[in-house]
């Protein structure tokens, strides 16, 4: 039954019946789940609503990590404006749960006046004279019944117009996002398990994750299904794990759950495509081929959970879900030896994918993917600073150049070649129009979104860098570094309590991830939380011992006056330097925070002379604020040309 009850909440209206959020007359989107959410808190804001509460009233009661609540909890705030802290409306409860604490002024609307009734009850017409005010659409007798109808016709005229106006403006720029006739929105997320061996005995760990990296890959091309990424699923390798739970956890619509058995040349392959919500079958079917028919196999499943996902493809995506990068099925296994070990995200991991990537491309020439694979591993290094920056810069170029010679259409190649523009080219604008590119072929590519941010977030892009970044984090909710790369983009824009409040929960997705732990100590030193910088700094380098972590440590050491503990630190690695490459401009920050401004500056010259990618951050890094009246800083800044010019 239709209430006609309105919640306001300051400058926001609520309206439960139209499922509408409107900041004056402007609809603010916000999706069915999070509307459903924000009622129920409105409506029991007279007490505390816990996280299984709203687990089991929203999410039927799935298995569901608690990060989707909190994830839910921050898109209402920010939808609310309600992010920075104390919050003014949503309250957090620690251990607990959430309380609506914001002013509610609740409404209920007088009811248009009824119709005279005729004798035998039934409604008469009214009257087909209108006064002209009221046709007129004039300022009209307050007493007059006319009035509540064109209060009522106003109200559904502004909320019809906001509505249009903000599907079409989605509609348009989703269309210039991706400027395609193909581009539709995603409507079904899906997640590919790792196939499953028949027993425990014989495992091939790389043919079981290859095959549904090698799907994820195929089907990452579809405009309306968002596929997660192979680090997303990789953790359910288990025999024993039930797809259900792990659709659930991964908070998908269904899964495409398999077991693959390889004998001498023969592989079997056992498929089903299920529906996550009620359990049903989609779709299954066994396959029983040479192994040299591996590539006709993951056509015929990509084709099949099309043809069950009811999904509606335009002429480029059929062509790129048909297409084969190899028919080579040595280069093939070599090439998802070298996944498998990029994807453990490890200086060693890292190593070993260039090296089966590498034997890849020498059994097939033509594997762009391959080459794809080298350019990623290259630029990967950037993060763990092992190899000057010289040294892995024209490898990274040269192997993402190679693989689009080969296929002009490779998202990841593109992808791969923009950052390396940027990074080591320090060309904002050359690297812009590839960053583009990888996204217009594969709109659900994360990764491509996340590294756009960064180039955004360094030329002064703030609003265009949170927007990719937040993107990048829709379609890989479960990527621990782009959930942590949430926070760093935030902490560049100088929204610390976003970094903090990011870190946060990416930390609770997995307490071991080191650099979650460093940008939350960052932002907290800017906040001048020195105690909670430190220890979140040393934890973190407990966990990883990388370069930036130790530079990071250094620099809060410093501004909190444990400065021998900083000089020691600047000595130590100085010295280690000598004999392992270790990134000067880490050390500039060392000395940034000690006040030896010459020092800094010096060390900060020298990582340009090294070409150190990430002096693409030089305006925005906060911890250089102290630096940039030195002219000396300014030439640095010119040179790096920290510009979209």
Not at 489 to 509: K, P, W
């Amino acid at each position: 039954m239709i209430s006609g009850k309105l919640y306001l909440l300051g400058d926001y209206t609520l309206s439960p019946d139209a499922y509408s959020l409107l900041r004056g007359s402007v609809l603010v989107p916000i999706s069915r789940k999070r509307f459903d959410v924000l009622l129920y808190l409105v409506e029991e804001r007279h007490r505390v609503v816990t996280r299984q509460e709203l687990i089991d009233r929203f999410w039927d009661g799935h298995e569901v990590y608690e990060e989707n609540v909190t994830k839910c909890i921050s898109e209402l705030r920010k939808a609310l404006d309600d992010q920075q802290k104390p919050h003014r409306l949503i309250e957090t409860l620690p251990t607990l749960g959430y309380r609506y604490i914001g002013v509610v002024d609740e409404r209920i609307p007088a009811e248009p006046p009824a119709l005279p009734h005729s004798e035998n009850d039934q409604p008469l017409e009214p009257p087909v004279e209108v006064p002209a005010p009221v046709a007129a659409g004039l300022v009209l007798d307050g007493r007059s019944p006319w009035r509540r109808y064109a209060r009522f016709a106003l109200i559904s005229v502004i909320l019809v117009s906001a509505i249009f106006t903000t599907v079409t403006l989605a509609n348009a720029l989703w269309s210039r996002s991706f400027g395609s006739a193909d581009a539709t929105e995603p409507t079904h997320s899906l997640a590919i398990l790792p196939f499953k061996p028949v027993s425990e005995t014989n495992r091939d760990e790389f043919l079981e994750l290859g095959m549904a990296d090698a799907l994820i890959t195929k089907l990452s091309n579809l405009r309306q299904v968002i596929v997660l990424p192979t680090p997303a699923v990789r953790k359910y390798r288990n025999l024993a794990q039930d797809p259900i739970t792990a659709g659930k956890e991964l908070n998908v619509d269904s899964v495409l759950d398999g077991s693959i058995h390889k004998l001498d040349r023969r592989i079997r392959v056992t498929v089903r495509l299920i529906k996550v919500r009620d359990g049903s079958f989609l779709w299954g079917e066994t396959f029983d081929e040479d192994f040299g028919d591996i590539f006709s196999v993951q056509d015929s499943i990509s084709q099949r959970v099309v043809s069950a996902l009811a999904v509606q493809l335009g002429t480029a995506e059929k062509e790129r879900i048909a297409k084969r990068h190899t028919e080579n099925s040595e280069a093939y296994q070599l090439y998802q030896k070298g996944r498998f070990f990029f994807n453990k995200r490890t200086p060693d991991g890292v190593t070993k994918s260039i090296r089966f990537y590498e034997q890849a491309a020498r059994k097939d020439p033509n594997y762009a993917l391959a080459y794809a694979g080298i350019a990623d591993s290259y630029v990967a290094f950037t993060h763990f600073n092992v190899l000057p920056s010289r040294e892995v810069y024209s490898k990274a170029k040269e192997a993402a150049l190679e693989a689009l010679k080969i296929d002009s259409n490779l998202a990841e190649a593109h992808a791969a070649l923009a950052f390396s523009r940027l990074l080591f080219d320090w060309n904002w604008r050359g690297s812009e129009p590839d960053f583009r590119r990888a996204i217009d072929l594969s709109p659900n590519y994360g990764q491509a979104h996340a590294w756009f941010a960064v180039s955004l977030v360094s030329a002064g892009r703030m609003a265009e860098a949170m927007a990719e970044v937040e993107k990048a984090q829709s379609l890989e909710p479960l990527s621990l570094p782009i959930n942590a790369g949430v926070g760093w983009v935030s902490f560049l824009a100088r929204n610390y309590d976003r970094t903090i409040e990011e870190c946060g929960r990416t930390i609770e997705m997995d307490a071991t991830f080191g650099p979650a732990y460093m940008y939350r100590g960052m932002a907290y030193e800017q906040k001048g939380m020195l105690n909670e910088a430190i220890a979140d700094l040393e934890t973190a380098r407990r966990l990883q011992e990388r370069p930036s972590i130790l530079g990071a440590l250094g620099h809060a050491y410093a501004v909190a006056g444990q400065k021998d503990k900083a000089r020691t630190l600047l000595r130590q690695l100085k010295e280690s330097s000598a004999t392992q490459y270790f990134p000067p401009y880490q050390l500039a920050l060392i000395a940034v925070g000690l006040g030896e401004t010459d020092d800094a500056i010096r060390l900060l010259e020298q990582a340009h002379r090294d070409r150190y990618p990430w002096l693409i951050h030089l305006n925005p890094e906060p911890r250089l604020d102290p630096l940039r009246s030195d002219p000396r800083f300014k030439e640095l800044v010119r040179k790096v040309g920290v510009t979209t010019d």
